[in-house]
């Protein structure tokens, strides 16, 4: 059944373009390419157990974990990204490799303190499904969708409406240009670390509650399809971002519902991404038009 | 008001500045001409913090700056107007102007000097809610110019106003600096078009191959036999 297929598209892409939007934010700034932001992802997820264990406070769940995930995603670029961008003429594989290691480190630290095991994220919505018509909705679908879209405006508000929002975009176009003209370029750094690993943590846990376990490897894929997703967004770019996730959860969708895939459906993104790069290697969105 | 003693920038090992002097007095206009490649676009990304020194130091009203970050330097009253202009294309001309503003905190204060760069470049206000990058290069220009006046500099570094503009623009930009440094502003600009740099500067200083050849006021400048074979054409 399409319209099925479509709300699950829908719902698998906002989780993809949460995950990666932290991604963007970071690169649209300091144009490194951020694994550690799936590591984030993790992080969250498993600080969102905790609380929800603790607590049985979902809304608190959801706050704390992006908010300590965020702060934490400050600190790493305070202590480790901004110290390896301030040397000379450094080699952009350096920063990589770094946040390789800072991804490799938190499912580590996963593993050592919560256990090598799955843990079970029981959320309780009081109901199990939902049938609209011949539609069947589960409650942590509308939560996903509602919750991304809800992010995803707080983030356009912020971006376009805000004397910040302007410094960082301001920074993410020329950071040299943006530096003369008295913009602090640390404070859009750390905007983008908040939000962009607050965002990751907020996906971490919509997965665990999605499929209703995390373990410590729960960023392995992400920390892949989300490359694909940022470059077919066009590096950089929050709008193509969104799209770009809707469009990959999409694409895996509907292949695996009507049986077309001969490949694992992980794959797709990579598919699409060679596509994409050999007709218009820009990205769907080229950064030139748009924030 | 700004004082540069014994600078030394350099690219990796490539010297581009070899012990630079050179000072710019309150209120005066002063003119560094010199060849592609002299070292006058690095001169004025040092000055702004844009470009690591190597040894020397600047000092702006008195104070030690090397080291400082480019925004405190901005908020010190440096302002600057780059080469190729580089306006945020992606915003409007208005948001360019409020970027300008960034370490303006009173609202007010905003508005008015947003209007007073509206005054004088009434083409700017036509077009405030355009996407900078959709303008011609003589408005991304006065755009430029705008965006470092606003946030109403004492100093202002102006590097290659002249480059890919009609000559008509290039003739009304000289004027506009003319007329900023009349109302008090000083100016430092660096400028591959020497004839008209000198025509409005008090002094200028001749910068070849990172070292600074010649140091005069404008009517030496101009009747000196090595510049007018030089830079001047004659």
Redesign the interface.
Known sequence: MLLQQILNGIMIGSVYALTAMGATLIYGILRILDIANAGAYVAGAYFGWFIYLKTGNLVLAFLFSMMITGLIGVLIHRFIYAPILSK??ILPIVPLVASVGLFTLTGDLARLIAGPGTKAYNVDFGVDVINIGKLTVVPAWILIIVLTALLFTVLWLVLNKT?LG??W??TA??A??????????NSAMALSYILGYGFAAAAGIMVGILYNSITPALGEVPSYKMLSIIVLGGLGSPVGTVIAGLFIGMVETMLSAYNLTFIPKDSVAFIVLILVLLIKPSGLISK???? | MLKIVDLEVAY?QMEVLKKINLEVKKGELVSVIGPNGAGKTTLIKTI???K?AKAGQIFIEGKEILGM???K???MGVG?V?EGR?V????TVE?NL???C??LNDTKKIQQNIKKVYELFPRLEERKKQLA?TMSGGEQQMLAIG??LV?EPRLLLIDEVSMGLMPIMVNLCFKIIKDLNDQGITVMIVEQNANKALKISHRGYVLETGNIVLEDTVEKLRNNDVVQKAYLGG
């Open positions: 000379p003429r004397k302007l410094a975009r301001a176009e020329d040299d240009i943006a530096k003369a003209v008295g913009i602090n370029t030139t038009n748009n924030i | 990796g702004m913090g844009l690591d970050p480019a925004w330097r901005a908020e600057y780059p580089r945020f294309g992606n915003l948001e409020r970027v300008g960034y370490s990058r965006r470092a946030m």
